[in-house]
């Protein structure tokens, strides 16, 4: 162990940088409200994970074995990520500050919250204003990707909006998000 790992399992602002560095580097912020940081190199994982797990912030090490290589994942607990953004404040990439701070957004999950279609018409009424991806629908509504995909896949068997295409610079790798949707006029 070296000695900045060693400082980083005894001082916590240490920990918070080397952890929110690695995010911002090689880590993935899902609109689903995942934050995980995969590396090829089991050396570069432990690293970070064996920090983190000091301070309680990540579930077990995960590997995913592919045909020509192994992927080792660090995902962030839920409950610790609101600690994570206070320690180290604003990110300095705007794009993953935001994706950041709409995670940590109250959650109101439970039963049915408003009339029944009300959601939909607020995705159809948000698509008349421009065509937009999962991502950018869950922030202006303030809602998760899955509710939003949800939302969408049955206003597409309806025929009242469909995808136009892929948002190249999406900075997630999860298509699914990347989709660019538009209202359909028909």
Not at 33 to 41: A, D, F, H, L, R
Not at 69 to 78: L, N
Request: aromatic share 8%.
């Amino acid at each position: 162990m070296n000695k900045i790992s060693k400082l980083a399992k005894k001082n916590k602002d240490v920990a918070m940088a080397i952890i929110i560095q690695a995010i911002i580097d090689e880590g993935a912020i899902g609109a689903d409200g995942s934050i995980n940081v995969t590396y090829t190199s089991k050396k570069n994982a432990l690293y970070l994970w064996e920090i983190a797990k000091a301070w309680n912030l990540v579930h077990p090490l995960r590997n995913k074995i592919y045909s020509t290589h192994t992927k080792w994942c660090i995902s962030f607990r839920a409950e610790r990520r609101k600690e994570i953004y206070e320690s180290v404040g604003s990110l300095p990439d705007p794009k993953y500050d935001k994706m950041f701070r709409h995670i940590l957004r109250r959650y109101k999950g439970g039963p049915h919250k408003g009339k029944k279609g009300e959601m939909r018409n607020k995705v159809l009424e948000v698509l008349k204003t421009k065509d937009m991806t999962v991502r950018d629908i869950s922030y202006a509504l303030d809602l998760s990707a899955s509710t939003v995909r949800k939302h969408l896949r049955k206003l597409e068997g309806d025929n009242k909006v469909f995808v136009i295409g892929y948002n190249k610079d999406s900075p997630s790798k999860n298509m699914r998000t990347a989709q660019i949707w538009s209202y359909s006029m028909s």
